[in-house]
């Protein structure tokens, strides 16, 4: 048995921080064709009735060396955790960039880093759509945390049109303690809010110091306990009174004028 | 009887391009509530059953001016357009940002314009992201034909959070010919696509001259008809080999980095 401190569990721990689970037949056969992502395990409910896109993922799983397990309806329930939607069918996925934050912030950084943190995006749409801008801006990590943001499940690697699977995410429990880890490593931590009185255009400009980009809630914006920490609150300027834009807009237009 | 050429023909036929006719309860319901909305007509079924919600659309109609005309269920549907969801109910609400296309071409223009142009866009959440981007961003206007876009619709006023309702939309019959006229108005016409040898962040940078950016559809982007018209093709750079961005990203890059 293993036990929390030694190799062979950091190991594992490092594994299954990099994996991510999806579920229900269409999503689990897509990621089983793509050749660019590595399957670490198949999931089938055993109650699952005969199907040929079962046999097919099977053979898919084989194929490629993913282990294939079958678990009582219960059992995958637990690991799909979306019983209601599995159809019966999971697969871990490796995803090579994600980690955890707090190993991140240990690694040597090449030049400047420009994250995102997430402090409430509820919609995985939304979720999704931000990583694919993300992802194609540069962001060097997403920083995300279970508690408070869509998971990072089917609906928001659909909306990211998969560039979920390859994208940098920043795992940390609490996103409170993990900003102040990115404060303590050097990151300037800013706020994006309507009240900020700096222009994303103006603070975006020369800049050369590491930097943290936090995204709120799409109603509520960023809580008050992030904003007490950020070192500044910038804001988008907008045109005839629109108030706000959509988050994975912020995303974009931080990733591609901030460079 | 007015005839096409008399200045009652013209005055009305401007006041209909500048009207959008919503339906369904809720959406006519929020756009009669809006202060900043102008309502000129409340269409009401006159198979309606008696409901507070419809007494009260009519007590607000009144006291905004607006007339309130009853209809047979067909004649509402062909008014709504969408008889399966107006719910017995629609409303012509005036957008004062919305003209003809060849009414703002003829208009003298005031320093360097940036207009967008919708080939193709099929997704009404995308189409009001896209609006809601442009307005905020400044964008000058956004040409839309109804044929091969969506419709300028509950779905895209939704997504557009209300912001549909103040857009400049150029409206046009058929996009060759509109962007034809742009052309001819001393408009560069560039093309979005992935195959563009110019960089958005280059061709943006110090340009002084009016422009029509043309975004393509969802899938299979610019039409080949349109494409042969244009000045340039410009691209959007994506790292780690996402191949597209979201159409309303791509609206809110433009409107932001083209300055």
């Known amino acids: 048995m293993s036990v929390p401190d030694s190799p062979e569990f950091k190991d594992r721990k490092a594994l299954f921080d990099r994996m991510i689970t999806v579920y229900g037949r269409n999503p689990v056969l897509e990621a089983l064709e793509d050749p660019n992502l590595e ?40 690991i799909s955790r979306n019983g209601k939607q599995d159809q019966g069918v999971a ?86 303690k993990g900003l102040a880890a990115c404060q303590a490593a050097g990151f300037a931590i800013r706020v994006l809010g309507a009240e900020g009185s700096t222009s994303l255009l103006d603070a975006a400009t020369g800049d050369t110091g590491s930097v943290v980009y936090v995204l709120g809630n799409e109603t509520r914006g960023v809580s008050a306990e992030i904003r007490q920490l950020a070192d500044a609150t910038v804001s988008i300027p907008m045109a005839s009174g629109v108030e706000s834009l959509n988050v994975a807009v912020t995303a974009a237009l931080i990733a591609y004028l901030d460079r």
């Open 91 to 176: 697969a871990d996925i490796v995803c090579p960039g994600f980690r955890q934050l707090e190993q991140y912030l240990e690694l040597p950084r090449q030049g400047r880093q420009r994250l995102l943190a997430l402090d409430g995006i509820s919609n995985p749409q939304n979720l999704g759509m931000l990583v694919r801008s993300a992802v194609a801006g540069g962001i060097n990590g997403i920083v995300w945390s279970a508690r408070g943001n869509a998971e990072l499940g089917p609906l928001a690697i659909k909306a990211s049109t998969g560039t979920l699977y390859r994208a940098p995410i920043l795992r940390c429990e609490n996103l409170g």
């Open 39 to 78: 399957c670490f395990r198949l999931h089938l409910a055993d109650s699952n009735k005969p199907a040929a896109v079962l046999q097919k993922m099977q053979e898919l799983a084989v194929q490629r060396g993913a282990e294939v397990c079958f678990h009582g309806k219960r059992e995958l329930s637990r």
